[in-house]
């Protein structure tokens, strides 16, 4: 299988990531990568992607 990095640019949004998160948790990252960049200036987000 061939491999397929998954990236999520963050911007605030907070329910919205915790669902998108949430949906690829549900998948097979074997192969994959999952990249998150993160710009929010939303403490919340930072905590939550700390967890």
Do not use: F
């Amino acid at each position: 299988m061939k491999r397929c990095d998954i990236i999520i640019p963050i911007y605030n949004a907070l329910d919205c990531l915790k669902e998108c998160i949430d949906s690829i948790r549900n998948t097979d990252l074997n192969n994959n990568g999952l990249i998150l960049i993160d710009k929010s200036p939303d403490e919340r987000v930072r905590e939550y992607l700390r967890e």
